[in-house]
């Protein structure tokens, strides 16, 4: 006979299982209507305009809460792929319901992100446990502060910073209290899947030409860059070709991890990803990518020790790697059109300090972000900055990175609590990665790489998202790795006390 305390016990894990079948349940029954959304907005024509947006984004949002509720794995995988296909879905919507430059569908993430925190804040469950999320705290609340600074430009700016900056890292949270190993290898296989995705459009894009409703877009602004002479580069499903060359980077830099881990098969996207990125004429992503296969390589030694001679060996093979091969990349024949991106590739990366360099514009970018932190103590707002700023009247862009983005904004205590933040991140994770030797470390760290100092990049919404969801899940999983050691060695940690009380006297 079951006593009343198993028998609950039993219920709770049947209701789980039950959980999360009704979770995919409601996954597989609500595609067909999603789908069946988007054939209606097909035929219906030029009638259909704003209010369809809010529907739509209402019940993908109600998708993706319902699942998260059951299973967080699922729930998250379908947020990613959303949000990477998200430029996709609002062309798909032009020829019906025009161009909508506010569109309601991109503030899915930040809802999710937002109501899951203010859940925990309601409860009193906001996790201070680890050196990351104490520094995390005080710079959220710095940042909903900075929501209503009147320097930005009025509350729509503050806003906009609201869903460009902050409702990315919240995200964090929902890592740190449901995240699990399963979900983040999940995750980091489901990112090498849509950058491959990611590269078959954009080739297609760019060797096939762009579709009528694409052209469209890059007419009324969207975010891709030209090629000159009349070209556009690629973006794929995204809204932006940055957010497609820092995915590229990111899913090229995961693939390196599983090759560095003996799981060969890996080279063969690696190469098509590491290919379509040089043609893509991005000098930054190629950039970040040698960086990815130096660091990632290095770190492989043993020890603290044996890291930095690695790295300089590394560097040394990468920079005649890298002019070795612009050598041959010179004398192979490719059309008219990709010539234009593979010269200007060749030319950056052949002299990156020559005339046409705008290394030194990105540097006092950065400079002229930190100094300004220094200059209005108080910061000049969240929104400050972001796309908002110059939709809502504010004007003003980027610095380039998020360190020098956060200090302009939230003024030097911000910035500094940020570049705290960043380091604290760095370090747990490089430990936990020398301790452990767990192959999500150093995917964590091919990632953090990968993003080269825009990890809430602002309109970045896959990546963003993505990054500080791996980062709540990483803590995690460090805190329990750690804890259970010390649990399972208190022997351990009294001696450790005895040899810190000897050493005081």
Not at 452 to 477: C, E, P, V
């Amino acid at each position: 006979m079951l006593s009343l305390k198993q028998l609950l016990s039993h219920g709770l894990s049947k209701i789980g299982t039950f959980g999360s079948r009704i979770a995919l349940t409601n996954f597989l029954l609500m595609s067909p209507v999603l789908m069946g959304s988007f054939s209606e907005l097909a035929r219906a024509g030029d009638s259909l305009s704003l209010p369809v947006h809010y529907a739509l984004a209402i019940l993908i949002f109600a998708i993706i809460w319902a699942t998260l509720e059951f299973s967080v794995s699922i729930g998250t995988v379908i947020m990613l792929v959303y949000l990477a296909d998200m430029g996709w879905i609002r062309r798909a919507l032009i020829p019906s319901t025009g161009y909508i430059s506010n569109d309601p569908i991109t503030l899915i993430s930040t809802f999710v992100s937002l109501l899951y925190f203010l859940r925990l804040v309601v409860l009193r469950k906001i996790p201070i446990n680890t050196a990351i999320s104490k520094t995390l705290l005080p710079l959220v609340i710095i940042m909903f502060l900075e929501v209503v600074n009147p320097l930005q430009g009025g509350i729509a700016v503050g806003l906009s910073g609201l869903i460009f900056r902050l409702g990315p890292l919240l995200w964090y949270y929902v890592g740190k209290m449901r995240g699990s190993r399963q979900m983040a290898s999940l995750l980091f296989f489901v990112m090498v899947l849509v950058s491959v995705f990611e590269i078959i459009i954009g080739n297609r894009q760019w060797f096939g030409g762009f579709s009528e409703v694409e052209k469209f877009w890059i007419a009324s602004g969207g975010g891709t860059q030209s090629a000159g002479k009349g070209y556009f580069r690629p973006f794929g499903t995204f809204l932006s070709f940055s957010e497609y060359v820092v995915v590229i980077v990111i899913g090229a830099g995961l693939c390196w991890v599983s090759f560095l881990q003996k799981k060969y098969i890996y080279i063969v996207p690696f190469i098509a990803l590491f290919v379509t990125l040089f043609v893509s004429s991005s000098r930054g992503g190629m950039v970040s990518i040698f960086l990815v296969m130096v660091v990632m390589w290095a770190i492989q030694g043993k020890n603290y020790r044996a890291w930095l001679p690695r790295l300089a060996f590394a560097v040394v093979v990468a920079l005649w790697g890298i002019t070795f091969g612009l050598e041959r990349v010179k004398e192979v024949e490719v059309d008219d059109k990709t010539q234009i991106l593979v010269n200007h590739q060749i030319k950056g990366l052949s002299d990156p300090l020559g005339k046409d360099s705008t290394g030194g514009l990105h540097v006092g970018l950065i400079t002229s972000g930190i100094l300004q932190g220094f200059r209005v103590p108080t910061g000049i707002g969240l929104g400050a900055g972001t796309l908002g700023a110059s939709k809502f009247g504010a004007g003003g862009g980027s610095s380039e990175t998020d360190v020098s983005d956060m200090f302009a904004s939230l003024g030097f205590i911000g910035g500094i609590l940020y570049v705290v933040l960043c380091i604290r991140i760095f370090i747990g994770i490089s430990k936990y990665w020398h301790d452990s030797r767990d192959v999500l470390a150093l995917s964590t760290l091919a990632l953090m790489t990968a993003c080269n100092g825009r990890w809430s990049s602002g309109g970045h919404y896959a990546q963003s998202m993505f990054f500080w969801l791996i980062i709540g899940t990483m803590d995690k999983i460090i805190f329990e790795y750690y804890f259970m050691n010390k649990k399972s060695n208190p022997d351990n940690e009294r001696r450790s006390e005895i040899l810190k009380a000897g050493a005081s006297s």
